[in-house]
């Protein structure tokens, strides 16, 4: 069974930092191409970053450029999102996922729906 599980989220201060896990079960990754997304109460599910399955490639929106690295570590089965610079309206529910890919991974990232198989995500508060 293909499972995702996120973990690294919490409360930091803005400013702050958090590294973000999802760690696959059941699959390999390094097949896929890995997103991750945030939620926000009220808000729609948007495209963070995402890492395409062979040249590892990636996508990051614009808001978080030059602050999120997106990384994949195949032995591990994991890839990771690194957060810097953390301000308070990005509070939310962070989740990844997997699909093969179909798209550039820039078109992928954009559209959360063509992604199969989705973690049940991690809560990230950012607050003083």
């Known amino acids: 069974q293909r499972q995702l599980v996120e973990s690294g989220g919490g409360l930091v201060q803005p400013g702050g930092s958090l590294r973000l896990s999802c760690a696959a079960s059941g699959f390999t990754l390094d097949s896929y191409v890995i997103g991750w997304f945030r939620q926000a109460p009220g808000k729609e599910r948007e495209g963070v970053s995402c890492i395409s399955s062979s040249d590892g490639r990636t996508w990051y929106a614009e808001s978080v450029k030059g602050r999120f690295t997106i990384s994949r570590d195949n032995a591990k089965n994991t890839v990771y999102l690194q957060m810097n610079s953390l301000k308070p309206e990005e509070q939310a529910v962070y989740y990844c996922?997997?699909?093969?890919?179909?798209?550039?991974?820039?078109?992928?990232?954009?559209?959360?729906?063509?992604?199969?198989?989705w973690g049940q995500g991690t809560h990230v508060a950012v607050s003083s």
């Open positions: 996922a997997a699909t093969p890919p179909v798209l550039p991974v820039q078109a992928m990232c954009l559209a959360p729906k063509i992604f199969a198989s």
